[in-house]
């Protein structure tokens, strides 16, 4: 069975704080794996993607990867309330496989 | 960032009707797309895998006859819920790779449709 873990939340932090978010997976094979955001009543938006261990920064974001440990994590810096929503971890083995989806982490971001 | 387009954005039905569901690739060419459900408060379960001229792969539990889904060519699937029942109410949402990299896997949905059936 392939997991895709993450804590539900809700994470709460300050405007301007970093926002840390983890993710944990079982299936080693696990390639692809990326962050989606999700505002309440709409589809997951592509935020970060990564492939290969270390970090990936995308201006306020940093996505962070781990292979050996089966751990990915998503930073936010600078929060901002509009970054209020529901982040989903996904994972996949590699090209044309689906992602499994974590339950995602809702993140509140207090101004 | 590649744009995938679904339509209707939301339909209210009776129950035992039909309902067709449609996901296009505006600015490139899927081979593969896939379809999730999302009921209120809970994260995307995987549907099936829409595979341009070939059968749908479906997931466990997913019955093929009462989803049927049809990927008629590279930009466009569909998903028909057949004799729709109440229990069928949820978020459908579809998803394609967009292939514009060698190696790059990224996977974009579109804004998903709400069914509701009566």
């Known amino acids: 069975q392939k997991e895709v873990e993450q804590n539900s939340g809700p994470l709460s932090v300050p405007e301007g704080a970093i926002a840390s978010l983890n993710c944990t997976y079982s299936d080693r094979g696990s390639q692809s794996f990326f962050w989606y955001r999700q505002y309440s009543g709409k589809s997951p938006e592509l935020i970060m993607f990564?492939?290969?261990?270390g970090d990936k920064e995308d201006g306020r974001f940093t996505a962070q990867l781990n292979k050996a440990s089966q751990y990915v994590s998503l930073l936010i810096r600078d929060s901002q309330p509009s970054d209020s929503a529901t982040y989903l971890c996904?994972?996949?083995?590699?090209?044309?496989?689906?992602?499994?989806f974590g339950k995602g982490t809702r993140l509140s971001v207090i101004a | 960032g590649a744009v995938v387009s679904q339509h209707p954005s939301w339909v209210i039905c009776k129950s035992g009707t039909s309902v067709k569901i449609e996901c296009r690739s505006l600015d490139f060419q899927a081979t593969t797309m896939f379809w999730y459900r999302q009921f209120p408060k809970q994260s995307l379960m995987l549907m099936a895998t829409s595979n341009e001229g070939s059968k749908a792969t479906y997931e466990q539990g997913v019955e093929k006859d009462k989803f049927l889904i049809n990927h008629a060519s590279l930009t466009l699937s569909t998903l028909t819920v057949t004799s729709a029942h109440p229990e069928d109410s949820s978020f459908y949402i579809c998803?394609?790779?967009?292939?514009?990299?060698?190696?790059?896997?990224?996977?974009?949905f579109g804004p998903g449709t709400r069914l509701t059936v009566t």
């Open positions: 990564i492939y290969s261990n």
């Open positions: 998803s394609a790779i967009n292939p514009r990299r060698q190696g790059s896997y990224e996977q974009y």
């Open positions: 996904a994972v996949s083995r590699s090209g044309n496989t689906p992602l499994v």
